[in-house]
DNA sequence: AGTTCCATAGGCCGTTCGGCCTATACCACG
DNA sequence: CGTGGTATAGGCCGAACGGCCTATGGAACT
């Protein structure tokens, strides 16, 4: 029996989904709440197997929310439920600890699925969201150009370089000379077209 | 009708995903590549609606063959098909341009609605991936909990310090003196648990 | 055989950084 | 009315950094 609770502000959507999930065998709602504020002091007491959470609640969001239950229990799975697909909203979701997000408007027979998945150690995500995540990967693929014209051991250095080790301490790893590395990274710096290790370490991490 | 290219070392391997492809209704098997040497060379001739690729393969590898793949044909839709599930592998692939990622372990008959799903636009994953992808995002949780710990002046500095300014250049634009700036870093230092301007860099970029 | 790229190595020198110290002024909370 | 947190400011000093210079050996391509 997976016990599910529901932060959710529309009493309609509300009842619906929860009759949704006591209605499909082996699911229960252990709780249903209408705001951030109420979920966070009932829903440790109630102790479900898995949250589901809307974004858009009065008062204290729902990324908000979710960020503070992680905190309360912090093995609790929680569910994104809502209508909004913009990027920023999905990583700060993720980012806050949500497992899965799913859009309302996919069917409602999604759901059960979903919220099982989630409870087996899933990331159920709706087809426009994965494909979201997805790209955000992608993305740090463009600022890689110049990082391409760098030679392996130029890339190697430079990974070093950007994990804070001192000149000395990446001639040791590398097995070369404090000097050398010196003068491989005087040929980084001029492909990267910067002047100090910060701005070095700054380009190395948006290119990943 | 979509039709499918796959890339894989493996003969049996290759020719039983033909064949599950080719008896799919509205499912064609376009081409099988052996190597990604091949793949890349033939796979454009053949300007399929998707293309499956093998990870491990002899010579060029499946992440490196999937870069340029998407260099020749950006708007081919790739999904990687693997056994492996470790996290470089998945970030990689992902970097590299593919749009879904399965697990060789999966059923067989998932198969065909994965190829359906990324050929409509989205981003099919089998669970065990969803997951790490997921769990990607909310690294980044951990190290903002340092980050929150900051004063909002302090904040302020560090997103110039990780700019690359000097400590100079950070007095200019922030209207307090040298000496100050150096003041806060200390105490931004201490905070984060860093002792150089770089580490304070990874920890600050990779906390947003 | 010559050219080009890469990895290796070093010297010199001024600038920047970061650790350690102290100090003042303000504000809020108890 | 003290106590603590924050923002401000400075001195001293050694370690680290980065710009400039040169140099050699190997591999690869022409």
Redesign the interface.
Known sequence: MISVSLVEDHADTRESLAALIDGAPGFRCASVHASAEEALQNIPKQNPDVALVDINLPGMSGIECV?KLKNLLPQLPILMLTTYEESELI?NS???????YLLKKMAPMELIPAIE?VH??????S??V??K??EY??Q??NASSEMEKLTQREQEILAL????FLYKEIGERTGISFSTVRSHLRNIYEKLH?Q????A??KY??A?
Not at 94 to 100: I, M, Q, V
Not at 120 to 125: E, I, L, T, V
């Open positions: 960020a990583f993720l980012r806050a600890g949500a497992r899965g998945q087996a150690g899933g990331a159920p995500m087809m426009p994965a494909s995540v997805v990967f992608q740090r693929q370089l950007a994990q804070g910067v100090s290790r910060t701005e370490t700054v991490l948006g990943r």
